[in-house]
């Protein structure tokens, strides 16, 4: 019987600042998640934070996009929105861009990805939370899982994934969406993902069975509110084994920290430092960004665990050269390449200060 497995995600009110999510605002969202599986709206869910967002780790029956879902989900950041205020806290509701709910959550403000299946005899699948970067945050990692053999030794010894992968690639900006198979169609691929501040990976799928592999959140906060609200903070759904790479291939493309956009009110790029669920409040900074990975076993759509997957002193390394990174792009200040290429600040306060002194300039 096909489950899903939704994961939405929102930023509803910061705790100092951006830096972290007060406890009884998370509370709120597990208590709301409790009722949810008790009325049997959900088969089991689990409230998770990363930084200052909320993520709603969910598992039902009722099929991606449906109303009902998504309608808990909003009213769950909403009710925690309230919670925030209470409590003074920063930016409350900041990513629930619209007034009332209209059907589905994709467009309101929070992020969303969501991913069908057919449960397996074991089932092992990994939730990453990221803060402080931005959607298309993914396509480097997916790239090194599901189509780097370097990365991952699977796609050239294992019968199961030498067929490869197919990549959905959303053109954020222009709301169109086109397929590449890898590994055919790497070079093509590598054109467009390779610009992750126009073009995200949506979905990964196997090419041997089409079962969906991997799912990213590609919600752009600032074009659907058309200024700078705040970064989109993405989430990704992988599954692990079997057909697809194994726990420690999906993982190993973190101990690098590449360099993403996001850190200090979204506009510098920073390392993505991997990090265990209690070292997931940036700081300084706003930053480095972070990504949390919380493995779960699926036993009859409930969730076993999670397990906190970089809670793993092998990932050391990876987080002192983040902060060696962040120490060298910091001495930049408000210098490209730190801060972000003008087109990319264009949701951000930049173009006031720049209209404001467009009379200074004159022709040469």
Not at 31 to 40: P, R
Not at 156 to 167: K, Q, R
């Amino acid at each position: 019987m096909p489950q899903t497995l939704s994961v939405i995600k929102a930023d509803i009110g910061g705790f100092v600042g951006h830096s972290s999510m007060h406890p009884e605002v998370l509370d709120y969202g597990r208590e709301q998640v409790a009722q949810a599986v008790q009325d049997g709206l959900l088969i089991d869910g689990q409230a998770q934070a990363c930084g200052d967002d909320m993520f709603l780790i969910l598992s039902h029956d009722r099929g991606e996009d449906d109303e009902t879902l998504h309608k808990f989900a909003w009213d769950t950041f909403q009710g925690g929105t309230e919670v925030a205020r209470k409590l003074h806290l920063y930016g409350a509701g900041q990513d629930l861009l619209v007034d009332a709910f209209s059907g589905n959550i994709r467009g309101a403000g929070p992020g969303s990805a969501e991913l069908e299946l057919v449960e397996r005899p074991s089932e092992p699948i990994i939730v990453f939370m990221g803060d402080k970067t931005s959607a298309g945050a993914f396509n480097l990692p997916f790239y090194k899982m599901f189509a780097d053999p370097f990365n991952t030794a699977g796609l050239v010894i294992a019968e199961s994934l030498h067929d490869g992968f197919a990549f959905e690639v959303h053109d954020i900006a222009n709301n169109k969406k086109a397929v590449f198979q890898s590994p055919d169609e790497i070079y093509d691929l590598l054109v467009f993902i390779g610009s992750p501040a126009h073009y995200a990976v949506k979905r990964v799928v196997t090419r041997s069975t089409g079962e969906v592999a991997a799912v990213s959140s590609t919600d752009k906060l600032s074009l659907i509110a058309g200024r700078y609200v705040g970064k989109d903070d993405p989430t990704a759904i992988v599954r692990c084994q079997g057909n697809f790479p194994a726990v420690g291939e999906v993982l190993e493309p973190f101990s690098t920290p590449y360099i993403v956009e996001g850190f200090m009110r979204g506009s510098h790029y920073g390392p993505w430092m991997p990090v265990s669920l209690r070292d997931a409040n940036p700081s300084r900074f706003d930053g480095p960004p972070r990504v949390v990975a919380l493995g779960f076993q699926l036993a009859e759509g409930k969730f076993i665990g999670p397990r906190d997957m970089f809670d793993d002193p092998s990932f050391d390394n990876s987080r002192k050269e983040a902060n060696t990174i962040s120490d060298i792009l910091r001495k930049h200040g408000p210098f490209e390449p730190h801060r972000l290429p003008l087109d990319e600040m264009e949701y951000t306060t930049m173009p006031v200060v720049a209209e404001k002194m467009a009379s200074r300039w004159t022709a040469l």
